[in-house]
């Protein structure tokens, strides 16, 4: 069985930063793509960046320069460096991760205050 355990959401204030952290355990035997999404209140959830096991990636142009993806593969983790956040930013925040199949992690919440 497959785990994904976010941690790093919560309450700031615009232009401010916070860190995502997604980390992924069970049995696996390889990460293809992992990635994060995002999800408002009454919105579809959306991409917000993802990265393949070869470190290409690839972003939202809603956060292009503001959010960095990156992933450790020796602890199957995967981070969001979310600087310069908007309050446009608030959403629920869900870790997606491909292997055979796709995981969903139980998402976290950012809320950017103005």
């Known amino acids: 069985q497959v785990q994904l355990v976010e941690s790093g959401g919560g309450l700031v204030q615009a232009g401010g930063s916070l860190r995502l952290s997604c980390a992924v355990s069970?049995?696996?035997?390889?990460?293809?793509?992992m990635g994060w999404y995002r999800q408002a209140p009454g919105k579809q959830r959306n991409l917000v960046a993802n990265?393949?096991?070869?470190?290409?990636?690839n972003y939202a142009d809603s956060v292009k320069g503001r959010f960095t993806i990156s992933r450790d593969n020796a602890k199957n983790t995967v981070y969001l460096q979310m600087d310069s956040l908007k309050p446009e930013d608030t959403a629920v925040y869900y870790c997606?991760?491909?292997?055979?199949?796709?995981?969903w992690g139980q998402g976290t919440q950012v809320t950017v205050s103005s």
């Open positions: 997606h991760v491909v292997t055979r199949y796709a995981y």
């Open positions: 069970g049995s696996i035997f390889s990460i293809n793509v």
């Open positions: 990265i393949n096991s070869g470190g290409s990636t």
